[in-house]
């Protein structure tokens, strides 16, 4: 009878919290989850009638089959890289940056106005405002959701989304009436940027790639041993705490937005006159949100960001030769990189708790 | 007049596939779950539901397929949020990149894989979707036209507004999941099944998004397949929510307002003042920008967002 009674009692199963874990079993569940979710990626692949392991394989030497496609894949990378940077800065504050699709934007049409209108001033100095004025794009884009944020505690993550469509629709509003290239027939579009405005190449890919690795290196300092990337922390786990150590947590919601947006904006920058080489709509192309997957799967670290934003660049440029040699839409990229992160969220979980399930002999 | 009369008509029509994700976000909200993954929901249902009625020449099939994928959705971000206290913001985010994803790629997959490299619904479906017409009714002048000539979507969109909103308000059912969504830890004691009530309302409101989403890939598009048919109306339509104030049956009136919106540069009089296109398509924005800024300046305590909108619910920890 006493036993029949706390049966119905106790569920079936329930969560517990667990002792902390290591580094190294933390490593190794995320390892786990990244290999279930090739496993499960395989199933879909299965489910339309492909063979896993080839089409993995297409992934895989598509990205490095050739000179070529090595530097097509560290292409896609850039973007990627340095904007899942920006997003780290402003998650580490737990401030849910969901604009730098937007920041991205900005960072280019700054950049833009220089390339178009300035391209006969000296060619370094050149790169060098629009650098800086891709930095400050971004960075005013940012710098909106922040102040409201900051004083009204208006919700940033709708705020910022929405600053990414008024961001894409500035960019038609200036393709269509006042940067229009009068030598374009059929649809408006921008003019291509004076050669005088790209950006050089080094080993082949433009030099993007080496502004990235830097600012890896600067944001991991900046983050792990700076007074301010200490302050980011505090505010992250605990605005009260913050207050009460006496940060003045209103001016490093603010600057900490400023640095998000900017490194974003660069990113618009680079993209827009590296790769595009002049300012299309697609400019961001969704890379701004890929970032957000990037920043979290690496754990907002910035080399664990360098390793992932790498992987998903292979998983992206190898997408497209599955689209060529299978006609395969490019979108399995996002399936499986959406696949992925759900693993990766899941087996997060078990580095803070367990499932205890109910036992069969009833209470011991 | 006119004019008038047809802008107010596009309006319905173009708010519509709003109104389903706004109800569809109001659902996982009202249970304490902030859903990011409306646009991937609804993209799931529009795939689903275009492929089932063009494959079975079924519309109710393709509607109960939308509304199975856009559950299927949900079943996932559920899965990561309630059952394993996943990141709600990251979830939703990852939700909609894959819901996206998946619906363009088995978009192309058919197209690929179809004789004429398009996609068309049957003339059956188009048929069930094409304005309804009721006698005398239908024939009155104004009235007519504005109340009783839509497709099916509008009305059931309508009665799915006003049968959630008897559902939060005056069933105890809906009334348990508020409390939920205000307080889990005080439902909890009280006696209501946590978990269940979650999984039960954010898997329904997934469904409704997935509704939404087969709006635009059936009708917005005239029957024809095109990718990203969606195109960012799950985002509008989570912003939509505050709006509404968390309430279905404002959201029927915030919904259309906001298909206005969405339509005005084509019934606008260029001979008043031309404005870019482009101003006219960042329109919904700015205004949920704004309506953003005023709800948080004003602060009210009633029409705000339930108090554990966003937190996971952890049993052990009170």
Redesign the interface.
């Known amino acids: 009878m006493n036993n029949i009674n706390n049966k119905s009692k106790q569920p079936l199963m ?4 667990r002792a902390e874990r290591s580094k190294m079993d933390i490593l190794k569940l995320r390892i786990i989850a990244f290999v279930l979710a090739l496993f499960a990626g395989g199933l879909f692949i299965l489910l ?1 009638g492909y063979n896993p392991a080839q089409l993995y394989g297409t992934i895989i030497s598509g990205a490095f089959r050739s000179e070529m496609a090595i530097q097509a894949t560290i292409k896609f990378m850039i973007p990627l890289l340095i904007s899942a940077l920006g997003i780290t800065l402003a998650f580490k504050m737990k401030f ?1 940056n ?1 604009g730098a699709e937007g920041q991205i934007i900005m960072g280019a049409i700054f950049a833009s106005y220089f390339a178009l209108f300035h391209s006969n001033w000296p060619h370094f100095l050149l790169l060098l405002v629009m650098f800086v004025a891709g930095f400050i794009g971004g960075g005013l884009w940012g710098l909106i959701p922040a102040y ?1 944020k900051s004083r ?4 940033e ?3 910022t ?3 990414n ?2 961001a894409l ?2 960019i ?2 200036l393709r ?2 006042p940067w229009k290239d009068p030598g374009s027939s059929g649809f408006p579009k921008i003019a291509r940027f004076n050669a005088n405005a790209h950006i050089d190449k080094i080993f082949g890919v433009q030099f993007g790639w080496i502004i990235a690795l830097i600012l890896v290196v600067v944001l991991f300092i900046y983050i792990r041993n700076t007074k301010q990337g200490y302050e980011i922390n505090v505010v992250g786990v605990s605005q009260a705490t913050a207050k009460y150590s006496g940060m003045n947590v209103k001016k490093i919601i603010l600057r900490t937005m400023i640095l998000s947006g900017g490194i974003c904006g660069i990113t618009g920058m680079i993209q827009a006159t590296g790769s595009d080489m002049t300012l299309a709509a697609s400019v961001a192309g969704g890379v701004g ?2 970032a ?2 990037v920043a ?1 799967l690496a754990n907002l670290n910035p080399f664990g960001i360098l390793m992932v934003s790498f992987l998903f660049s292979v998983l992206e440029k190898g997408s497209s030769v599955m689209q060529s040699t299978y ?3 490019t ?5 499986l ?3 992925i ?2 693993f990766i ?2 087996c ?2 078990y580095i803070r ?1 367990k499932f205890v399930f109910r036992s069969k002999g009833g209470v011991k | 007049m006119n004019i008038f009369l047809n802008f107010l008509i596009a309006s319905v029509l173009a708010g519509t596939p709003l109104l389903f994700g706004t109800i569809g976000e109001i659902m996982n909200e009202k249970a304490g779950h902030l859903n990011l993954g409306v646009e991937g929901m609804m993209a799931m249902g529009a795939c689903a539901g275009f492929m089932a009625g063009f494959m079975s020449n079924n519309l109710l099939i393709a509607l109960l397929a939308a509304f199975a994928a856009g559950m299927i959705g949900a079943l996932i971000y559920a899965i990561l949020t309630i059952t394993f206290m996943a990141d709600q913001n990251v979830t939703g985010l990852t939700l909609t990149i894959f819901g996206v994803g998946i619906s363009n790629f088995f978009g192309e997959y058919m197209l690929v894989h179809s004789e004429t490299n398009s996609l068309k619904l049957p003339e059956q479906i188009t048929a069930q979707l094409s304005n309804i017409n009721i006698p005398f009714l239908t024939d009155i002048p104004v009235i007519g036209p504005l109340l009783f000539n839509y497709n099916a979507f509008v009305y059931l969109g309508i009665l799915t507004a006003i049968l959630c909103g008897i559902y939060l308000n005056h069933t105890k059912l809906g009334l348990n999941v508020r409390a939920i969504g205000e307080n889990p830890g005080a439902a909890d004691a009280a006696g209501i099944k946590v978990t269940k009530l979650k999984y039960f309302n954010v898997m329904l409101g997934g469904g409704i998004c997935g509704i939404g989403g087969a709006y635009c890939s059936m009708i917005i598009n005239g029957g024809v397949w095109m990718s990203n048919s969606v195109n960012g109306m799950g985002w509008i339509a989570v912003a939509l929510v505050i709006f509404a104030s968390w309430s279905p049956t404002k959201a029927i009136f915030g919904s259309f307002v906001f298909g206005g919106f969405n339509i005005l540069k084509y019934y606008f009089p260029k001979s008043i003042i031309t404005i870019p296109n482009a101003f006219y398509d960042m329109l919904p924005f700015i205004i949920t920008a704004l309506v953003l800024v005023i709800t948080s300046i004003r602060k009210s305590k009633e029409n705000s967002q339930p108090a554990s909108c966003g937190v996971n619910y952890f049993r052990e920890e009170r």
């Open positions: 329930r969560t517990v919290k339309i849910w969901i409201f009204f505690n208006t919700n993550t709708l705020f989304l929405m600053l469509y008024i629709h500035v038609s509003f269509d009436g949100f890929t957000i997957i979290w006609g395969l839409s979108y399995s990229a996002s399936v990189q959406g696949i992160l759900f969220l899941g997060e979980f708790y």
